[in-house]
């Protein structure tokens, strides 16, 4: 092949084939710019133009799957990159009863993320583009104010329903909430196709943790669901994230995906040695960019490549880079992969 488009590399990489190069890509939240579509897509496609990025992961605010069924929050007071809880929909067991599918794009904080969506593309028409998709039981989680991470809280969530006292009481009702969730979900993503996105990166969020669920709960309460969701996104590339410590991304090589995206640097996760089936996609500690240490994050994306060099590989950070990070470390980040690199070259000397 010839001159390789950045829709040419996206696509092979994650169909497990190597292009000419790697792609690199950075993403973070705009907490400020992400309370209606076209701020959002302004400040993705701003920041996508600046830096360069090969392809995209949009970072819609965390919040708006749980706000499709009605938890709400203070949006001028926020704790990293959650604004703080004022209602959680799911405030004793027997309300898990009334989390029901919905449509889409007759849904508030879906269609405006359609939206923005939509805005992204026509300002990046040429850029692989996908966008955060948290599981259903990640969202259900939110519902009831719990965290999706071991030993966390949510901001501003006071009693939590316990997952322990959903399951004991309610466990039938736990399964219709999963599954009018992952119905949502899955029609979500088939109309962020239709809007021309080409993939989605799928969180399970620290879910796969065992201070979460353990093996035997995740099968049920997790992947069952997960598979309504990605089988309708079938139609592009699907990036699976599992998040934090212990998370365990071998669990999904029989998942329906094409990459897999983890925490090489957290306790008790493999390194980039790791045996997985999918593409793997990461290779940077996201913690470097809170450190503002270009330095360290070149000499890390720099040994990432090198021991990737045999396999198809998207260089990123292990996770969202936190918002206090400054350009000249993204920059870093960028310029990991000179012009000039190829696979068959490696670095110039």
Known sequence: MGEWSRQERFAALLSGERADRPIVSGWRHFIDREGNASDLADSTIAYTKQFDWDWVKINPRATYYAETWGNTYDFADYRTVFPKQTRAVISKPEDVWNIQAQQAAAAAPLAEQLEAVSLIRQGLPDTPLTQTIFSPLTVLLFLAGQSAYAGDTVYGSREPVTVASLLEEQRAGVHQALKAIALTLADYVQELGKRGLDGIFYAVTGTAHPGMFDESAFNELSRPYDEIVLEAAGYGKRILHTCGAYSQ?????????????????????????????????????????????????????????????????????????????????????????????????????
């Open 249 to 349: 991304p071998e669990r999904f090589n029989n998942y329906p995906i094409e990459g897999i995206s983890w925490d090489t640097a957290a306790p008790g996760n493999p390194g980039l040695h790791a045996e997985l089936k999918p593409t793997k996609v990461g290779g940077v500690d996201h913690a470097l960019f809170a450190a503002h240490d270009p330095r360290r994050i070149r000499a890390q994306a720099e040994f990432a490549l090198r021991l990737m060099a045999d396999e198809p590989f998207l260089l990123a950070p292990n996770c969202a880079i936190p918002v206090t990070v400054e350009d000249r470390s993204l920059q870093a980040l960028r310029d990991s992969i000179p012009q000039e690199y190829t696979y068959e070259k490696g670095f110039k000397e």
